[in-house]
T-cell receptor, first 114, second 113 residues
Framework: AQSVTQLGSHVSVSEGALVLLRCNYSSSVPPYLFWYVQYPNQGLQLLLKYTSAATLVKGINGFEAEFKKSETSFHLTKPSAHMSDAAEYFCAVTLSGSARQLTFGSGTQLTVLP | KAGVTQTPRYLIKTRGQQVTLSCSPISGHRSVSWYQQTPGQGLQFLFEYFSETQRNKGNFPGRFSGRQFSNSRSEMNVSTLELGDSALYLC????????????FGQGTRLTVV
């Protein structure tokens, strides 16, 4: 069975500061990992995905994540936060190689302070 | 290209009733997955349909069911509604294979009173 743990249900950063959202996974086999963002009353939008092609993955809106097998981590970062980044972020894992059946973390609410 | 469409967006039902939610996937997508999102349990996988067949099912009671039509549109049904069924129900469509993206609809907000 696979799972993901997101450390920190709420993270606050100042506009222009580094964003770091943490995700650790548990899996007996190499996983496929995803980061999604959700704005209020909206569905989920894919930010980026790791599918074993490269350990550093670049996504949309300036976000990137690095897969570290030794640390079983897939943390999401952005060098400079923007007010529009305020949203809830979810890390997800699947073993099947497809996004059809995702196991999600509990989410991290990002607040960006002016 | 149109996205995933879920109808209705909001729904209020009374305990004990049943409800049907609809999802139209992106054109060409044959896989439809359903998720329940609640503040307490987070995002949980309900089931996945492909070519009118349920391929995977999450850990939900039998009151939750679904189906998929030949045009890939999917419906999910919840019978004998309970207060705890109040949630945002999200549908996602994706291509058949590969580590492709799951495209999510905006969800149906179900409130059981």
């Amino acid at each position: 069975a696979q799972s993901v743990t997101q450390l920190g249900s709420h993270v606050s950063v100042s506009e222009g500061a580094l964003v770091l959202l943490r995700c650790n996974y548990s899996s007996s086999v190499p996983p496929y990992l995803f980061w999604y963002v959700q704005y209020p009353n909206q569905g989920l939008q894919l930010l980026l995905k790791y599918t074993s092609a490269a350990t550093l993955v670049k996504g949309i809106n300036g976000f990137e994540a690095e897969f570290k097998k030794s640390e079983t981590s897939f943390h999401l970062t952005k060098p400079s936060a923007h007010m529009s980044d305020a949203a809830e972020y979810f890390c997800a894992v699947t073993l099947s190689g497809s996004a059809r059946q995702l196991t999600f973390g509990s989410g991290t609410q990002l607040t960006v302070l002016p | 290209k149109a996205g995933v469409t879920q109808t209705p967006r909001y729904l209020i039902k009374t305990r004990g009733q049943q409800v049907t939610l609809s999802c139209s996937p992106i054109s060409g997508h044959r896989s439809v997955s359903w998720y329940q999102q609640t503040p307490g349990q987070g995002l949980q996988f309900l089931f996945e349909y492909f070519s009118e067949t349920q391929r995977n099912k999450g850990n939900f009671p039998g009151r939750f069911s679904g189906r998929q039509f030949s045009n890939s549109r999917s419906e999910m049904n919840v019978s004998t509604l309970e207060l705890g069924d109040s949630a945002l129900y999200l549908c996602a469509s994706s291509l058949e294979s590969g580590a492709g993206e799951a495209f999510f609809g905006q969800g149906t907000r179900l409130t059981v009173v």
